[in-house]
């Protein structure tokens, strides 16, 4: 049985001639990996005079605009890391973003913004967010200061 959610995102799109596909968890993962080598001046570019504390809350607080928001900033930022990433996250060979005129700036905006859709990124999001806010309840009902 198939939920809502499920029935109406896309098993992929293809942008500029690239397929972008729905991606394996490890897949997620090595980019993740990726993420956590970024130094603390590249987190300053995104969220400039922003705390850790301010980071985590506007990470919990993203939607499709404010994440695609984020991405674009992150291409003029760090462009390098973000194509890499990207590139680990699509299954897109790096070179070939890199190399491909019709892909571009705005074609890899595209790319990100479907790849959010295909991947159900917002629906993560929430569900994350709705579970953390259950475990943050169940600790205040229990006493648990863990």
Known sequence: MKNSITVSIPKSQTIRGY??????IGQFLKAT???QELPQTIMQS???NTDAQGVLTQLQNLTKDTLQELFIRAIGAIP???IRIFAELSGI???KLLDDPNVGLDGLA???GA???VNGIENFIKAAGALAEKVRKTK???GSSD
């Open 46 to 48: 995104l969220f400039p």
């Open 19 to 24: 397929e972008i596909a729905r991606m394996p």
């Open 33 to 35: 990996q990726l993420l």
């Open 140 to 142: 205040t009902t229990t």
């Open 93 to 95: 060979p790096e070179q």
């Open 110 to 112: 595209e790319m990100a």
């Open 115 to 117: 790849w959010i859709e």
């Open 80 to 82: 390098e890391q973000v």
